[in-house]
C-alpha cells in the first residue's frame, strides 16, 4: 500500500470520527481530492478499501456514502475478535511457540516498552504504537497457526473499528490516553507471558478482555451517532 493512498485512508477515517463526514454524505472522488490536496488515483483506491472496512457503502456509479454506525455491530464485531484471539493465544500456548514466532512475539513487547518509556505521548507515538500493535496481533495469530482464525478475522474486520488497528485517540485527553495505551501494552505482556508458560487458560481470557476494552469505540456510536469531535482514528493497513 502507497503511502499517499495511506494518508488518504487515515484522513477519511478521521473526517468520519470526528464528524466532518456523517451518516449519509456523499463522498467521491474529486471533492476529496480536492479537499486532500491529492490527485484523484489514491483516493479511488482509498474508498474501496473503506467500504470493505465498514464505513462507507456504494451509492450509485463509482459513488459512496458514510454509512450509519450502529453500537451494536461494533460490540458485536469485538466480542468475535475477542473469542477467535482468544482461541488463537490458547493454541500457541498449548502447541508452544519457538523459533520466529516467539521472536517475533517479544520484539513486539520490546518496541512497544520503547515508546512509553519516557512517561507520555510525543509526536509520532501513537502512529509508532499502532504499527506495534498491528505487528503484535499479526504474530499472535500466526502463532496460534489456525488458518481458520486469520480467515475468520480477516472478514470480521469489515465491521467498523473491529480490526484490532483502529485505535481513537481522545487529543485533549492525552494523559489518559498516555495510561490507556500503556495498559493495553501491558496486556500484551501478560498474554505473551502465559503463552510462553503454556498457560492456556490464561492466554486466552487475557486476550478477550483486552478486545473487550474496545467496547468503548460502540458508546461513540449508540443510537446512530457519530464520534465526538476530539476524537482521532489512527488506522494503518494491518489487521
Known sequence: ????RQRVISAIRNMIAQGELTPGDRVTEVPIAERLGVSR???????????????????????????????????????????????????AA?????????????????????????????DGDVTAYHDVNARFHRALVEAGG?????????????????SASAIA???DRLEQEFERLKFAHMQHHIAVEAIL?????RAEAVMREHANAAMRYAD???????????????VGGAG
Do not use: W
Not at 451509492?59 to 482468544?86: C, F, M, N, P, W
Open 1 to 4: 500500500m502507497s503511502q499517499q
Open 41 to 91: 488515483m489514491p483516493v479511488r483506491t482509498a474508498l474501496p478499501a473503506l467500504e470493505q472496512e465498514g464505513l462507507l457503502e456504494a451509492a450509485g456509479k463509482r459513488g459512496y456514502k458514510v454509512r450509519r454506525i450502529r453500537s451494536a455491530d461494533i460490540t458485536d464485531a469485538i466480542e468475535v475478535r475477542g473469542t477467535l484471539e482468544g482461541l488463537a493465544a490458547r493454541l
Open 94 to 122: 498449548e502447541r508452544g511457540v519457538g523459533g520466529d514466532r516467539r521472536t517475533a512475539l517479544l520484539a513486539c513487547l520490546h518496541d512497544g516498552d520503547a515508546i512509553f518509556a519516557d512517561g507520555r505521548l510525543r
Open 146 to 162: 489456525n488458518m481458520a482464525i486469520a480467515a475468520a478475522l480477516a472478514r470480521n474486520d469489515s465491521l467498523p473499528f473491529a
Open 169 to 171: 485517540i481522545d487529543r
Open 197 to 201: 508458560a503454556g498457560q492456556g487458560t
Open 220 to 234: 461513540m456510536f449508540g443510537d446512530g451517532k457519530t464520534a465526538p469531535a476530539n476524537l482521532q482514528v489512527i
